[in-house]
């Protein structure tokens, strides 16, 4: 945000979380090379990869958005794609984050771009998957972001305490900065996150603001970028129409990930090669001819990049699902 807003910030310390070591799991958003291990699922499964590696590569999305906007900020990626690999791009619509899940395991997926609680499901769940690289939102910060907790101009709520008794607008159970991390701030505040509030589930972070606005819900979670650029951009959301009360921990970066066991090693191993090349970068993809400039660089969710991660980013996940025990977490 920027000096000049008037919203008004309380920063929950997550105090109790704390005596169980949260604070050291919240630290863990430094960046690092791209996962290249074998993958013993994708040894498995080479021959018959291989033997589909002419096919669509199918890409999936969680629904952060509405579809419509949701797939056109994949375009510029999947013609990248196809470009990069030699193959056709089909970009597959899905409706929640299960989905998303269901879709890599049953092998319907062979990438996924969205919540980095997806990608740890995933992988608990059976999915063969990999991450490749992590979202920056802009050039020289951090590849993390937060999740706020929004109520309208003038609302009595003041904090998460405040919100006892009334109707919250969550985004689902399977979203990170729209349900687990905000599940893990209200318990701090003294509070379970479905049975000491109305809770609500738009489906989208695009939905639960909106709901909000509407007079649905007396408090609303979206991560950040939902509030500050993707809505103001598209004219829904005006700064004089919320309060920021809520700022959760810096949750890692929303990644883009393969399914190993439905794609070819070859193919696995130019993906792996473009984000360690660093070729999803706006600027980057300005020298390479994708773009004229960088203002008509789109990466999914106005990102500046995403840059190579590791595994290890989204240990910061998995315990955070230890120490509220989440449901979806388990799901």
């Known amino acids: 945000m920027s000096a000049e807003t008037t919203e008004t910030v309380r ?12 604070a050291g799991i919240f ?3 430094a960046c690092g090379e791209s996962a290249a291990d074998e993958n013993d699922g994708a040894e498995n499964g080479d021959a018959e990869a291989s033997e589909t590696s002419d096919d669509v590569i199918t890409l999936t999305g969680v629904p952060a958005e509405d579809s419509t906007h949701l797939e056109a900020g994949f375009e510029l990626f999947m013609e990248v794609l196809e470009e990069e690999t030699g193959r056709e791009v089909e970009f597959s619509s899905v409706t929640d984050y ?10 319907q997926a062979d990438m996924a771009i969205g919540s980095p609680f997806t990608y740890v499901r995933s992988g608990d769940q059976g999915a063969e998957v990999e991450v490749l690289g992590g979202r920056v939102e802009e050039e020289g910060e951090e590849a993390g972001y937060v999740s706020y907790a929004l109520v309208p101009e003038g609302s009595d709520i003041e904090s998460l305490e405040d919100a006892e008794g009334r109707s919250v607008c969550y985004v689902e159970q399977g979203s990170t900065s729209g349900y687990l991390y905000p599940s893990a701030g209200m318990m701090e505040a003294g509070l379970d996150p479905m049975e000491d509030v109305d809770a609500q589930l738009p489906g989208s972070h ?4 909106l709901a909000m606005l509407d007079g649905q819900c007396d408090m609303a979670f ?18 004089d129409d919320y309060e920021i009360v809520w700022e959760s921990p810096m949750i890692p970066a929303s990644p883009i990930f393969m399914n190993t066991e439905t794609l070819d090693e070859e193919t696995q ?3 792996r090669g473009l984000f360690e090349d660093e070729l999803i970068n706006v600027d980057n993809l300005v020298e390479a001819g994708y ?41």
């Open 269 to 271: 191993e130019t993906l």
């Open 206 to 209: 695009d939905g639960s603001v």
């Open 222 to 239: 979206a991560y950040d970028s939902m509030v500050t650029t993707l809505l103001p951009e598209r004219g829904e959301l005006e700064e």
């Open 11 to 22: 920063r929950t310390p997550f105090a109790r979380l704390a005596t169980v070591g949260i």
């Open 291 to 331: 773009c004229d400039s960088a203002e008509e660089c789109s990466l999914p969710e106005e990102s500046y990049e995403y840059t190579p991660v590791d595994d290890e980013l989204y240990d910061g996940i998995r315990e955070v699902c230890e120490i509220t025990e989440a449901e979806a977490c388990d799901s």
């Open 98 to 107: 299960n989905a998303v899940i269901e879709s890599l395991i049953a092998g």
């Open 27 to 29: 630290a863990l958003t």
